[in-house]
């Protein structure tokens, strides 16, 4: 601590400077000479510690004050210690300062603060390129001048933040961005901009997900509601039309059941968790099982079905999502190749990798469905697939087990020629025997 200056100690230094002064001018016989060259000598004294303080203040680059002599001491070092201080806070300003930017640039939402009249004050790095600003040229800018959407401005004037805003940005592509904004400060405003396409999108999937579900069993449930209004207890059908009653009906009823078996499939396949996928599988003798059935749906299509196995062919994975990803392929070149046809199914070691390929002469796909193939309820022509009893979400799920297995589905057709859907799995999920 820096010793103060009081009035009594400066009162004693000019008492005890004066004093012997006055002693010697009176034994000389001078008193006023003394005095008035002592009074000179402090004057220019105080004027010289005057001209190194103004010179340090103004001229010198020195963190510390002069050393100071006699009184001005304490005023030098008043001076230090206020410049410390005052040096403290403003470290601790800009570290906060720093500290807050930095929380800012971390969130993973573009932030803009603006002063009440909109004008910008600061914006984070995802404002400059999800709001397209350009810093520091934009700083002070209104940012309704900015973003000029009329729904933007509009919602910006009328001030009325109490529900976020949601807009369609052209700005990088199809993007769809929600503005909150919140009063920050005491005369500023906070405006938090997030990316929620992929929540919109996902929305939308999930919409379109239950429409779907409700389409697909609306179809099933109207027709046997049909006929079961027409069969009330007195007004039974003729035994023959009964018959052929009966049999759409439980038609009807197996689609709906293949329906929520796919369904829950698809579910389990998602909600699965990692361990449950790596345990050792005879896949020859499981596609051996499949190539059984596989000739029973054959029975009516005559085509010209060969299984190409590599007998030592064991990997580790989900016994049951693979096999219906192996079944799903096999079953839709039966199902989408046009009678006598020829399928190829191979499962061989192909580049040190297992191959898993199924190649059809049927009537192949158009380009443009290719790449829709594995979303659920794509199907090409949504007719044929009723007809085969498919519901479109085959492909989704082998698409879902293949990634779970760190592979994935690869489809090349042409149309009039066929189809080949195959896969690899990874070098890591081989068992040797
Ligand atoms: P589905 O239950 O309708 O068979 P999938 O998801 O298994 O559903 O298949 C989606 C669509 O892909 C089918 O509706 C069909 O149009 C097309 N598709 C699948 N496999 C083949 C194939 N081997 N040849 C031609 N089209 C196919």
């Known amino acids: 601590m820096y010793k103060v200056v009081t009035k009594q100690a400066l009162f004693k230094r000019l008492f005890l400077y ?23 000598t402090l004057l220019i004294w105080h004027y010289h510690q005057l001209y190194r303080l103004s010179d340090w203040l103004l001229n010198q680059r020195s963190f510390n004050p002069p050393e100071g002599e006699g009184a001005w001491e304490q005023i030098f070092e008043g001076i230090y210690h206020l410049q410390h201080r005052n040096r403290k806070k403003r470290n601790e300003l800009a570290d906060l300062i720093r500290r807050f930017r930095e929380g800012a640039e971390a969130v993973p939402d573009a932030v803009v603060v603006l002063q009440f009249d909109l004008s910008i004050v600061w914006c984070n790095q995802l404002a400059l390129k999800v709001l397209g600003l350009q810093w520091p040229t934009d700083h002070g800018q209104r940012l309704d001048n900015l973003v000029r959407d009329p729904k933007f401005v509009k919602y910006m004037q009328n001030k009325r933040f109490d529900e976020p805003l949601e807009l369609d940005m052209a700005l990088s592509g199809e ?3 929600e503005f909150r904004v919140m009063p920050y400060a005491e005369t500023q405003l906070m405006v938090v901009v997030r990316d929620i396409t992929r929540l919109k999108q996902l929305e939308q999937m999930r919409k379109d997900f239950v429409a779907n579900v409700s389409h ?37 009823c197996k689609r709906m059941d293949s329906l929520v078996n796919q369904l829950l499939s698809l579910s389990r396949i998602e909600g699965a968790r990692k361990q449950d996928k790596d345990k050792p599988i005879n896949a020859p003798a499981m596609l051996k099982l499949i190539e059984t059935e596989a000739l029973s749906l054959n029975q009516d299509k005559y085509h010209e079905i060969i299984f190409n196995i590599d007998s030592e062919l064991d990997v580790k994975g989900s016994p049951d999502e693979l096999r219906s990803a192996f079944s799903n392929l096999v079953f839709n070149a039966i199902h989408y190749t046009k009678p006598n046809g020829r399928i190829e199914v191979n499962w061989v070691e192909k580049d040190e990798v297992p191959y898993f ?15 829709r193939l594995t979303e659920r309820f794509y199907r090409v022509d949504k007719a044929r697939s009723r007809k085969t009893g498919g519901s479109g979400l085959g492909l989704a799920i082998t698409k879902h087990v293949l990634s779970r297995h760190d592979s994935m589905l690869r489809i090349s057709s042409e149309v009039g020629k ?3 859907f195959s896969f690899t799995l990874p070098k890591s999920k081989r068992v040797s025997k």
Request: aromatic share 8%; hydrophobic share 50%.
């Open 18 to 40: 004066f004093l012997p002064l006055v002693l010697i001018g009176v034994l000389i016989g001078a008193p006023f000479v003394l005095l008035f060259f002592g009074a000179l």
């Open 175 to 177: 993007q769809i961005l």
């Open 216 to 252: 697909e069993l609306r179809t099933p449930l109207t027709v046997v509601t049909g006929y079961l209004e027409m069969m009330e207890a007195d007004n039974m059908p003729p035994p023959a039309m009964w018959s052929k009653a009966h049999h759409t009906m439980i038609e009807q």
């Open 357 to 371: 390929s199924v190649v059809d002469n049927g009537d192949g796909i158009a380009p443009e469905h290719i790449h």
């Open 418 to 420: 066929g189809s080949c």
